[in-house]
C-alpha cells in the first residue's frame, strides 16, 4: 500500500471571523451532495514544500465536511527523484534531455507505485508530475482522476512534455493556478483555474505574540536591532537565493546595518536542493550578517512565522514561479514583500498592494532601500496586501473551489446553487468573487463578468475571446 500520512483534526469553524463568510456558506452548501465521497490526495512528500502543507490542512477540513479524504505519498529511489527534478525543471522549460535510464526510471516507479494502490476512491488528487505515470498504468476505474499541477508549465521543454504529456491521456480534469500556466496541447478536456492559498490557522500563520517571535528569532542567533530582510524558499535556483543575496549586498551599500535570513526546507523530492544550498553557503561564508538557516537545523513553522512577522521586508526573488506561497503569508503578516514578476506573484499582490514587483537585482535592491527607508508607506502597503489576502488567498476558498469541481465531476445530477448564495468566478484567474459586493465589473454583451482585481478586469478586456470561449460563454 501506499504510505498513509497523519493528519489532525480540523475545522471548518475555526475559519469564522477569518475568511469571508460567503466562502463558508458555501463550503457547507456544497459538502452536502458529497457526503461520504471518498477522495485521495497524492504526492511525492510530507513536508518541505507548498503542495504538503496545503494538503496537511485540506485533508481534515474535508473530512469534516462529511466527506472521507486520505493523504498517501509515493515510494521512489534516488534515481527516481533525480529524473522526476528534471522532468520539473523541463516542465518550467529548463534546457534538458532525459536519457533512457532516467526515463525506464520514471516508468518503473509509476508502476510500482500503481500496484501499491489498492483502495478505492471517488476522486484521486494526483500533485505535480512525481506520481503522474500513477493512472496509465493502474487504470481509471470508477474514480475521477485530477492532475493538480502547481508550476508554470506554459512554455515547456518539448522532449520533457512530449515524454510527460502521454501520461495525461486519461485524466478527467487537470488543474492550474493560473489559466496561462497550461501547455498548448494538454490532452485533458477539462480544465480548471484554481489558485493555491494559505492556511491562517496552522502554525505558521496563527496570530503570534510579539514577545514570543522575538524570542524565537534571539535564540537562534538574530538580533533584532536591526534591519532584517527575509526569503523563504526552498533552496532551488527558481528562487535565485544568490541573486537576493547580491540585492542584499547593493542595500547594504544603502543602509550599512542590514542583515539578511535565508530560511529554506530541505525535502525528500528535490536532491538539486543541496547543490544550491551548498552554493548559497559558499556565497554567504565571510559575511556574518547573512544568517542561513534550514528545517534540518530546528526552523520549522513558529520559526518562519516570527522571520514573516518581525523582518522588515520579505523577499521572493523567484526567476519561475507557480504561485508562491510565502508571499501571502508574508503579507497576511502585514509585512511588505520585494518579489519577482513572474508566476502567481502578481496575482496576490494586484493592483499595487502588498509591495514591489521586480525584474532583476538591481530593482530589487531598490526597493528593499525604498521599503527600509519608509517605514509608513511600507505598513501601509502590508495592510492593503493582508486585506486582499484575505478575500482571495484563504484556504476555505481553495477548497470551495476544489469542492465545486468534485460535484461537476461527479455528474449525478445537475448542480442547482440555492438562489440566495451563488459562487462567482473571476474569468481571468479563477478565483472566488463576492458578486453582491465586489465593484469590479463588466458586461459583455448579455453576460455580466466579476473580478477580484483591476489588473484581472484588464486583461479581460484586452482578449475577451480567450476567456468566454474556455467558460462556454457565447455573444
Known amino acids: 500500500m501506499l504510505k498513509d500520512v497523519d493528519v489532525g483534526e480540523r475545522s471548518v469553524e475555526d475559519y469564522r471571523g477569518i475568511a469571508p463568510e460567503a466562502i463558508l456558506e458555501g463550503l457547507r452548501r456544497c459538502a452536502?451532495?458529497?457526503?461520504?465521497?471518498?477522495?485521495?490526495?497524492?504526492?511525492?512528500t510530507p513536508y518541505g514544500g507548498g503542495v504538503s502543507e496545503l494538503l496537511r490542512s485540506v485533508v481534515p477540513l474535508l473530512n469534516d465536511?462529511?466527506?472521507?479524504?486520505?493523504?498517501?505519498?509515493?515510494?521512489?529511489?534516488?534515481?527516481?527523484?533525480?529524473?522526476?527534478?528534471?522532468?520539473?525543471?523541463?516542465?518550467?522549460?529548463?534546457?534538458?534531455?532525459?536519457?533512457?535510464?532516467?526515463?525506464?526510471?520514471?516508468?518503473?516507479?509509476?508502476?510500482?507505485?500503481?500496484?501499491?494502490?489498492?483502495e478505492v476512491y471517488d476522486f484521486v488528487f494526483v500533485h505535480d508530475?512525481?506520481?503522474?505515470?500513477?493512472?496509465?498504468?493502474?487504470?481509471?476505474?470508477?474514480?475521477?482522476?485530477?492532475?493538480?499541477?502547481?508550476?508554470?508549465?506554459?512554455?515547456?521543454?518539448?522532449?520533457?512534455?512530449?515524454?510527460?504529456?502521454?501520461y495525461l491521456n486519461d485524466y478527467d480534469a487537470a488543474v492550474f493556478t493560473m489559466r496561462d500556466f497550461a501547455p498548448p496541447d494538454l490532452p485533458v478536456r477539462r480544465v480548471e483555474i484554481i489558485p493555491p492559498a494559505i492556511d491562517p490557522v496552522s502554525p505558521k500563520n496563527l496570530p503570534l505574540?510579539?514577545?514570543?517571535?522575538?524570542?524565537?528569532?534571539?535564540?537562534?542567533?538574530?538580533?533584532?536591532?536591526?534591519?532584517?530582510?527575509?526569503?523563504?524558499?526552498r533552496f532551488d535556483p527558481w528562487k535565485d537565493p544568490v541573486g537576493v543575496i547580491q540585492a542584499y549586498r547593493m542595500a547594504r551599500r544603502e543602509i550599512p546595518a542590514l542583515q539578511l535570513a535565508l530560511v529554506g526546507s530541505m525535502a525528500l523530492d528535490d536532491p538539486e536542493g543541496w547543490e544550491m544550498?551548498?552554493?548559497?553557503?559558499?556565497?554567504?561564508?565571510k559575511d556574518p550578517s547573512i544568517h542561513i538557516f534550514t528545517n534540518l537545523t530546528g526552523v520549522g513553522n513558529a520559526e518562519v512565522n516570527a522571520f514573516q512577522q518581525l523582518s522588515d521586508v520579505v523577499v521572493q526573488k523567484s526567476l519561475r514561479e507557480g504561485f508562491g506561497l510565502v508571499v501571502s503569508e508574508a503579507l497576511w503578516k502585514g509585512t511588505p514583500v520585494v518579489a519577482g514578476h513572474t508566476g502567481g506573484i502578481p496575482l496576490q499582490m494586484a493592483d499595487g498592494v502588498g509591495g514591489h514587483l521586480v525584474k532583476s537585482v538591481e530593482e530589487c535592491a531598490a526597493s528593499i532601500v525604498a521599503l527600509l527607508r519608509d517605514p509608513v508607506w511600507a505598513g501601509e502597503l502590508g495592510t492593503l496586501g493582508k486585506e486582499r489576502v484575505r478575500q482571495h488567498f484563504l484556504l476555505p476558498r481553495l477548497l470551495l473551489n476544489e469542492l465545486t469541481l468534485m460535484l461537476d465531476l461527479a455528474e449525478?445530477?445537475?448542480?442547482?446553487?440555492?438562489?440566495?448564495?451563488?459562487?462567482?468566478?473571476?474569468?481571468?484567474?479563477?478565483?472566488?468573487?463576492?458578486?453582491?459586493?465586489?465593484?469590479?465589473?463588466?458586461?459583455?454583451?448579455?453576460?455580466?463578468?466579476?473580478?477580484?482585481?483591476?489588473?484581472?478586469?484588464?486583461?479581460?478586456?484586452?482578449?475577451?475571446?480567450?476567456?468566454?470561449?474556455r467558460r462556454g460563454i457565447v455573444q
Open 32 to 44: 452536502q451532495d458529497l457526503q461520504g465521497a471518498r477522495v485521495l490526495h497524492v504526492n511525492a
Open 65 to 118: 465536511l462529511g466527506l472521507v479524504a486520505d493523504w498517501k505519498i509515493i515510494h521512489g529511489d534516488e534515481s527516481f527523484f533525480q529524473v522526476t527534478k528534471a522532468i520539473h525543471n523541463g516542465l518550467q522549460g529548463a534546457e534538458s534531455s532525459l536519457v533512457d535510464s532516467a526515463l525506464a526510471a520514471y516508468r518503473e516507479n509509476a508502476e510500482a507505485n500503481a500496484r501499491l494502490l489498492e
Open 129 to 166: 508530475p512525481q506520481p503522474a505515470g500513477i493512472l496509465s498504468f493502474r487504470g481509471k476505474g470508477d474514480s475521477r482522476w485530477v492532475w493538480r499541477c502547481h508550476i508554470d508549465t506554459s512554455n515547456p521543454n518539448p522532449d520533457v512534455w512530449g515524454f510527460l504529456r502521454p
Open 209 to 233: 505574540p510579539e514577545s514570543i517571535a522575538r524570542q524565537l528569532l534571539g535564540w537562534i542567533g538574530v538580533r533584532l536591532d536591526r534591519p532584517l530582510v527575509t526569503q523563504i524558499s
Open 277 to 285: 544550498y551548498s552554493k548559497v553557503l559558499a556565497e554567504s561564508e
Open 412 to 469: 449525478e445530477r445537475p448542480i442547482v446553487h440555492p438562489p440566495e448564495w451563488h459562487v462567482h468566478r473571476d474569468p481571468v484567474c479563477g478565483m472566488v468573487v463576492d458578486g453582491k459586493t465586489t465593484a469590479i465589473r463588466t458586461t459583455l454583451g448579455s453576460n455580466s463578468f466579476e473580478f477580484c482585481c483591476e489588473d484581472c478586469r484588464a486583461r479581460f478586456l484586452g482578449d475577451p475571446d480567450r476567456y468566454t470561449c
